[in-house]
């Protein structure tokens, strides 16, 4: 069964997934580079200098398994891309995507194909609908939902999300998009684990429980004596 799937989601003590305002100069606005800068350490990210401990086995599982990435506009460039005919990401040539890309927009516009396997394809469409054509293009592979935080609640509030990955950063930003906001009782839907690093962030994963007709049998709480 093709998974949904969101890995290295990065995120304040405070929920922020960015902070504002998003430009060309700050992608993440006042917040900088401070998210991700556990990230930048790591192997997965440096192939040369990174470490290989254990933030890096983590960011590691970003990519095995994914067919298909869905991203919202944010993402995709800053506020405005829609305008500038030659836009094609931040990424470059040869985007780290490797897979078809579909940028959730309400201005959509054709696809492009880049170097590397990234098709990036822009729809206007719900996120069950765009869950689905993203599906039928990762050919029996997961679907990871690659955010910013808009793109991520809203999969995660409509059900659709069974694996969250999310890294905690002990920096409060005050400000921003956040994560959290909407999903009250969200550990009902989830089981949570959380494990901290020695570079000091909590990497928090959120598994989706099965839904009650397909978990197994409860086990019955043993008879009085
Ligand atoms: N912390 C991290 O690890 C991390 C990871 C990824 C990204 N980011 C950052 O997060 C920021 C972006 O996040 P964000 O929350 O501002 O925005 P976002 O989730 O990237 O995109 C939201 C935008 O996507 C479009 N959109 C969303 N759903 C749509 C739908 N169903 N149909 C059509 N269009 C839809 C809309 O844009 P339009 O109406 O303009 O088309 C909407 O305003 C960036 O700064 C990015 O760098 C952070």
Known sequence: MSLTRVHNLSISLDGFATGEPQSLEAPFGHAGERLHTW????????????????????????????????????????PGWQDDPDWQG?????????????????????????????????????????????????????????????????????????????????????????????LEALEDAYDIEAVSTPSGVTHLTLTRKPPPERAGPRLSAPAPA
Request: glycine letters at 14%; zero cysteines; hydrophobic letters at 45%.
């Open 39 to 78: 990230m930048f350490a790591t192997r997965f990210w440096d192939a040369e200098t990174g470490s290989l401990g254990v933030d890096n086995a983590i960011a590691e599982r970003h990519g095995p398994g994914i067919g298909a990435e869905i991203m919202g506009a944010n993402k995709f460039g800053p």
């Open 90 to 182: 931040w990424w470059g040539p040869n985007p780290p995507f490797h897979s078809p890309t579909f940028v959730l927009t309400h201005r959509p516009r054709s696809s492009i194909e880049m170097e590397g396997g990234t098709t990036f394809h822009f729809l206007d469409a719900a996120p069950a609908d765009a869950l689905e054509i993203a599906q039928r293009a990762a050919e029996g592979k997961d679907v990871r939902i690659g955010g910013g935080a808009t793109v991520v609640r809203d999969f995660v509030a409509a059900g659709l999300v069974d694996l969250l990955h999310l890294v905690q950063v002990p920096i409060v930003l005050g400000r921003g998009v956040r994560v959290w906001d909407g």
